[in-house]
Each structure stands twice: as C-alpha cells, then as structure tokens.
C-alpha cells in the first residue's frame, strides 16, 4: 500500500496530543522518550517553531515525527537550542505503527528535508535511523548505551547472577557494610508530593557531588528542574517513572530517577551521598541492583543505562548497543562539500 506523507506546522498542541497518544495505542513497545508524556512536556515552550511529518496509509496514520525548526536547522523531538535540550533525549525517533518500522521511518526523515531546513539534527538515534535520513554527516558522535537483559536475569534467579566476581564481591561488601546499619532498603514514592520531594532531594546531592569535581551539574539551570518535575508530575499517575530513595537504617543514601515504559526502564539520573560511600560502600552499585531486581520482578524486559560508559553500567550490564548524534547536511550544498573532505580526511 502506498505511503502518503505531508508536512504542517503545529498550531494545537492538544490535538497534536490526541494524535500521537492514539498512535501509542498502535505502536507497539516504545522507549519512554517517544511517548507524548516525554515529547509532550513543556511543549509549548521547548518547540517554537514546531512541524509535524505525518505518514498515511490508506486513510490511516501510520507514523508521526516533531520537528522544531530554528535558525536554519531542523531538530528531531527536540528544540535546537541547548538550555532548552538539557533534558537528554535518547532512543530518538518516529512513532510508527507497530511492523511498519524501517520504511515509514526514513519516509518521515525523507519528508524532513523538504521543510527547507540546512541541517538536520538528530540526537541520541539508533544507527538504522541515522543512516536512512540521508544527508551527509557534518559532525556525528557514537555512544555505547549498556543494558541488562531482564529475561536473562529471570533465568539466573539471581540479579547477581550475571555479574562478575569482582563485581559480584564489591556488591555482597557493600550490603554487609549497610546492613550493620540496620539493613538496605530501596523504596519508591508513591504520591506526586512524594516524588517531587525526593526528587528536589537527588537534584540537590547529584549538584552538590559534581560541583565539589568543579562541574556545573546537570540540573545547574533553572529549566531542567521545571522540566523534570512537570515530568514527574506527568508520568507519575501513569506509571512511567520511579523515584527511588536507597536507605541503610535511618539514613538516606542516594536516590534514582528511572523513566520507564512497555517494559523499558531507563536509568536516567541519580543522586548519592558522597560521605556514604568509600571503598567498600558503594550506594550506586547497590541501588541499581536492587532496581534491576525489582524490575525483573515486575515483568520488565529491559533496565537500560542510556549513553555512556561510565564503569558501573559495564560493570553491571549484560549487553550494549549504539546511539548516534548527528548533524546531517544536503550532499549537493557547501556544507555537504565541507562534510565530504572531514570525512576524507578523517575528522568527521
């Protein structure tokens, strides 16, 4: 059957709502980052000059993609501007009909070129997605995402299982040590007030512990934390976030923020107790074990550490994939020129 797409800037957000939550229905398991209670957020604000590509199939919408428009670039579910994209989108992409995949989405990314736009930016893309916009790279950034495979930590019984003996000794070390302080607990909160308390409370040790290492920290503008707690606010009565409080005792250690959908659970950010932890307490460790564990309880296929390679989430994974950032510019243009000779040269 074939594919219809037409491209129209967006003057209803809540009929823009409408739409792409009635895709959800039909999308099949999505990250939580296509879900319109991530894309939806501040909306209004973050896209100012917002598009939608939208793909059709005999009569039916069968894909969606949000564009924001701004200074000559086109960015994908996000603003373009950096204060505004502060909260990290990763597992970019369209929302299709579940089977359609592949196709409907390099239509979509096809249809974007025709908005005009020199540059086409996507962040935090699977690499298919990345390779079927077309264009040419004028930057592009490769980042391992570590995982564990839930079903795989069923089978072991054991969230343990999978680890590492260094691993696996650093753990059992640390949960002795806590437990002489009256055993570990990792709780979730249960109500809005709850939730946003503990979340002001990880904000406030996630800054403190960076900008003791002379880094700003990733809540130090004002934005970010409105954000996140509209957010939390958002997906809280629908079940797509955790707030987690680690406790050893009557002491607090640490707190996760987990965003979580179809099965998905992303670990998104965190805050700790520096005074809490040393070289045989590690708070980090232990929360997103118990975390992990938790969410193979609860049915869940995937506890996804998102981008990076810091040394816990390899010392805990069981599995890692790639996500793309990328500037993408026409091939038959100045910049697609530029981009051609970095590449030949090696600086791409």
Request: proline share 5%; net charge positive; aromatic share 8%.
């Amino acid at each position: 059957m074939p594919i219809a797409v037409a491209a129209e800037p967006v003057r209803d957000f809540a009929a823009l709502a409408a739409l792409w939550c009635g895709l959800e229905a039909e999308a099949g398991p999505i990250p939580p980052f296509r879900a319109w209670t991530w894309v939806g957020c501040l909306a209004e604000e973050r896209f100012t000059d917002p598009w939608l590509v939208r793909a059709e199939a005999g009569g039916r919408t069968i894909g969606l993609a949000l564009f924001n428009r701004r200074g000559g670039r086109l960015a994908l579910t996000e603003s373009g501007d950096r204060v505004l994209d502060a909260p990290f989108v990763e597992h970019n992409g369209p929302l299709v009909v579940a089977g359609t995949g592949a196709e409907v989405a390099a239509t979509l990314m096809g249809a974007a070129w025709g908005l005009g736009a020199r540059r086409l930016v996507l962040s935090g893309v699977e690499e298919g997605l990345a390779a079927a916009a077309g264009g040419v790279a004028l930057r592009r950034q490769t980042r391992p995402a570590p995982f564990v495979d839930l079903d795989r930590v069923r089978r072991g019984g054991d969230p343990l299982a999978h680890l590492s003996a260094n691993a696996r000794g650093q753990i059992r070390r640390s949960l002795r040590r806590f437990a002489e302080a009256g055993g570990v607990v990792l709780a979730r909160a249960e109500t809005e007030s709850e939730a946003l308390a503990w979340l002001d409370a990880l904000i406030a040790l996630h800054q403190r512990s960076w900008q003791a290492r002379g880094k700003p920290g990733a809540f130090a503008d004002p934005f970010m934390r409105r954000f996140h707690r509209a957010l939390v606010a958002r997906a809280l009565p629908h079940a797509e976030v955790d707030l987690l409080r680690l406790s050893a005792g009557e002491r607090v250690l640490g707190y996760l923020y987990n965003l979580r959908r179809d099965g998905h659970v992303c670990a998104y950010q965190s805050g700790f107790d520096p005074a809490a932890a040393d070289s045989h307490r590690k708070p980090g460790l232990v929360a997103h074990l118990l975390a992990i564990g938790r969410a193979a309880e609860e049915g869940a296929r995937l506890y996804d550490f998102l981008a990076g390679e810091d040394r816990y989430k390899r010392s805990l994974a069981t599995g890692s994939r790639d996500l793309v950032w990328t500037e993408l510019v026409r091939p038959v243009s100045l910049l697609g020129f530029v981009a051609r000779l970095r590449r030949l040269f090696g600086r791409g």
